[in-house]
Each structure stands twice: as structure tokens, then as C-alpha cells.
């Protein structure tokens, strides 16, 4: 079982930046398969950014402002967060253990972390 701990949430102001930080805690956890999602109360989740098997991707409402990257010495994968706006609000999820379809979709993903808190204020 792989289990993963995201950090780095917090509360900024719109235009600011905030870096999340995905922990794998086994050998399974390989930084070339996570995902980032996030989720608001009442709203399903959806699909931010992905390193799916090897491959970046991002959702169209944060292409240029959000970039991945990757730590294979620390196990980790990271967020990097620019220019936010109130629209990002929301519970940030790291996801592994990348199974065959779509980056976009949950069910892509063998392992959840708790989710980290992103709060911009206008």
C-alpha cells in the first residue's frame, strides 16, 4: 500500500503562489505516475495537473500558471502554483499508482492522500 501525504496548502491572495508537495511512502510510489486534483464542497472532483506515465499534462484552466515537477530522490512530486485566483479554492488531492485511461479521471489512480487546503482571497 502506498501512502501518500500532501503539504504546502495554506491561504494567499489572489495573484499570489503556493508550491504542494506529494510524499510517496514506499518504493512502489514512482514520481513519473501522480496527479493532482481538487475538489470544492458540493462540486465533483476534477483533474489540475499529471505526470501519467511519464507524461505532463494540465488542465486548461491552469496551463501557465501551475507547473509539475519531480524529486526521485525525496519520492516526491510538486505543484508550483502562480498567479492564483479565487476560482482555485479548493481541497488538493495527490493521486498514484497510475492505472490504464485518462489523467483526467479518478479512477486512474490506485492511492489517495488526505488533501491539503487552498484558500485565495480577491
Known amino acids: 500500500q502506498v501512502q501518500l501525504m500532501e503539504s504546502g496548502g495554506g491561504s494567499v491572495q489572489a495573484g499570489g503562489s503556493l508550491r504542494l508537495s506529494c510524499v510517496g511512502s514506499?518504493?512502489?510510489?514512482?514520481?513519473?505516475?501522480v496527479g493532482w486534483f481538487r475538489q470544492d464542497p458540493g462540486k465533483e472532483r476534477e483533474a489540475v495537473a499529471a505526470?501519467?506515465?511519464?507524461?505532463?499534462y494540465y488542465a486548461d484552466s491552469v496551463k501557465g500558471r501551475f507547473t509539475l515537477s519531480q524529486d526521485t530522490a525525496e519520492n516526491s512530486v510538486y505543484l508550483q502554483m502562480n498567479n492564483l485566483k479565487p476560482e482555485d479554492n479548493a481541497t488538493y488531492y495527490c493521486?498514484?499508482?497510475?492505472?490504464?485511461?485518462?489523467?483526467?479521471?479518478?479512477?486512474?489512480?490506485?492511492?489517495w492522500g488526505q488533501g491539503t487546503q487552498v484558500t485565495v482571497s480577491s
Open positions: 493521486a498514484a499508482g497510475c492505472r490504464s485511461g485518462s489523467w483526467r479521471v479518478a479512477g486512474s489512480y490506485a492511492y
Open positions: 514506499k518504493y512502489a510510489f514512482r514520481v513519473d505516475c
Open positions: 505526470i501519467f506515465h511519464g507524461s505532463p
